[in-house]
């Protein structure tokens, strides 16, 4: 697949399974060649061949980089070690003294990132509502150098307007990071509605089968781009060329995944609403979401994850967590098998005390690609526990 092709003329599905792949040429291998080399033979000093060592760039990583980039019509992609070495990458964009404003609800190590590691450096935070745009232009604070949201957001799942949030950082030259880890490019494009970063946990739907950790960040402004590529190679965090080949297989089939997992979310929400051990669903298609109209405006389906609250409080939300025998007990998210977890307990432990905290009657459930009825049987018979 040419170049051009590979951000314009084929369709999201094609672009998964051709973009940055073309069959390697010596060879005619159709599968991307996991390339192990660290180092690569110069024609004479700096006659290299677009590679010279495998910090800086390596054959497999220029694959999925260029695959995924190609998936959220970004000019440029770079890959990571984990989600959050990407985060940390694009947060040594700040000066000191420039402030993140976060969600008032995200991953719980991103709030650890930027508030315990961060923070204590001279980069001072915020944590803001942001489905109340109001209130953001009313207390804008001066020092703003970036605005970072998830949307879905992590576990609560609200959503944003990435485009009116974009539109207001713009006008106060703040510039606009989206994790698009739960939306995936799939479902949602945060760059073509103006945000200027986008970053993943590519260890979730991206690589989508729990067996790789691993970050992304797409961007289309070219000076973004070399400052963000600097410091990649110059701080080194980036990911194995054999964890690169395994998001890449994952990416191919990322379409596919994600109807599946929309449509087994649905689902399970449709057991949850009106189920009398049940508080309150999260779900971004409910008409009374934060942020419904926002994700109704801006991703093409709502996604895999569901949250909810149980009635009966924290112990009860505990024992739904700890009875279900296909969702399994364990963080993480965004691949084929079911998950479940305690929030409060488990992934935002660290988020305690703090305005990201979350409720501690809080379930949320990574919806897989298992069969949709099964799926609902063992949620009722978990709910059946309490
Ligand atoms: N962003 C979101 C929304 C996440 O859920 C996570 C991890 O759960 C991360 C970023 C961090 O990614 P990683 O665990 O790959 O470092």
Redesign the pocket.
Known sequence: MGEEEQTTSYSFSTRAIHAGQDPEPTTGAVVTPISLSTTFAQDGVGGHKGFEYSRSGNPTRTALETQVASLEEAAHGLAFA????A?DNILRLLRPGQRILLGND??G??FRLIAKVWSPLGFPWSAVDLTDLDALRADWPDDVGMVWL?TPT?PLLTCFDIEAITAIAHEREAIVVV?N??ATPYLQQPLTLGADIV??????YLGGHSDV???FVAVNDNELADRLRFTQNAAGAIPAPFDCYMVLRGVKTLAVRMERHCQNARAIVDLLVGHPAIERVLYPQLPDHPGHAAAAKQMRDFGGMVSFTVAAGQEAAMTVADSSEIFTLA???GAVESLIEHPGAM?HASAAGSPLEVPDNLVRLSVGIEDAADLVADIEQALDRI
């Open positions: 984990s989600g959050l070495a985060e995200a991953y190590g991103t998830e992590n994790d880890t739960f970053v993943h946990s590519a260890t979730k950790v691993g970050g963080e993480s998210l992934t």
